[in-house]
């Protein structure tokens, strides 16, 4: 009975301590949940409330961009149709600003109707010399996003047809130039052996429209569905934009990038709690015994944390295009730079982390905490592009995502120097503002 006291006591003990310990706490309870809900949101957790489902994406949908060149009814019956689609969030402009904008990554997938297009798709159908053909520019590295628009496009496109070409008016023209077309071929001498049967179906057609009243055919209640073997109005040209001599999309690229980062901050995080340690070990006392300051020591540890850092990723940079075929597609200068500043950003972040916990106990639990959040946001598990669109803004004030930005911008997306010049800025800013707060509170004394 006495034993089973004292079992009793100690695991009462062991509770309060640990319920005691709100870092624990957090640890346990704080962090999974929030890491749950974020890659939740992420990968089709947005499910349905109220019996509506959540647009694609979170807060407007997918970004999609179009150049309407052919500004005639079914063109702008297109663009109409995406803008009133809740699956995407549509923006109109020229083609050299959507190929900017798809080429930088700041847009998935932008599509051009081009002239004439209106005036084509319709008669496209009989005639294969006049199918007309949509581009669609794509970033390499959204491969889902372009088939998802392609696919929709087809729903879109005779839609618009139906809305704004297929009247019986309309329709009577084009027959008539199709008969025309069929009776010069049966003059040459060229008819084809299927032209009787298309012109006694295309003469029937025409009987039947002419007895129909204008606007008649879109309050057609039947079901009976089309030929399995009917054409589609138009074709379509996938064209990968990128300014990298492949125009290919690298996934192990990004992939080192978010890795190589994710993985120098959890390092150094574990030499920053070795400081902590030292300290309390008395390390501090003798250094401070020396002909030594305290901004020489802080600028030593951030030049040796730096060079740690920047090891660590040239290494698997180095391992990532010696086995995977990664390559400094854009700005060399630029990708040393990148490197550079992401390295320091990380060493200052260090010492930022190990000044404000204090302890190695509060040191470690708030920097795993911090680093989650970094890496997370910042696109290193997962690229940016499939957050949704609040959370993209959010993620442009974390250090991670202009780490993971730059060095993608110079490898697969083959980007010049002033691509680098915005992430280069950013990662410089971040390591002052980190640098700061070290300084102001880091403790000197082991006291």
Known sequence: MNRLTQLRALIRLDLRLFLSDRR??????VVPIGIASFMGSLFGGSGTKNGKSGAAGGGGGMDLVLVDEDDSAVSRGVVQSFASDANFHVQVTNSTVAKDWVMTGKRPVAVLLPKGFGADVLPGLFDSKRTPELTVW?????????????GILVPKVIQSVVANAVNPELGREQIRKGLARLDARAAAGTNASGDKLLRELMTRADDFLASRPAGSLLQSSGTNSGPASLPLPFKTQSVPLTKSRGGEYNGYAHSFAGMGIQFVLMSLLDMSIGLLRDREAGMFRRLRSAPLTRATWMLGKVGSFTLISLGSLVGCFAFAMAVFGVRIEGSIAGFVGCLICVSLMAACLALAIAAVGGTPAGTRGAGIAVLLLLVMIGGA????????????????????????????????????????LAPIGALLGFSVLLAGIAWLRFRWDDE
Do not use: C, K, N, Y
């Open 138 to 150: 794509h970033d390499p590295g959204r491969s889902m996003e372009r088939a998802m628009v392609e």
């Open 381 to 420: 598990w997962v690229p940016t592009f499939v957050f949704p669109r609040w959370l993209q803004s959010v993620s442009l004030m974390t250090p991670t995502r202009w780490g993971v930005d730059g060095l993608d911008a110079m490898t697969w997306r083959g980007l010049g120097f002033d691509a680098a």
């Open 24 to 29: 624990a706490l957090i640890m346990l309870f």
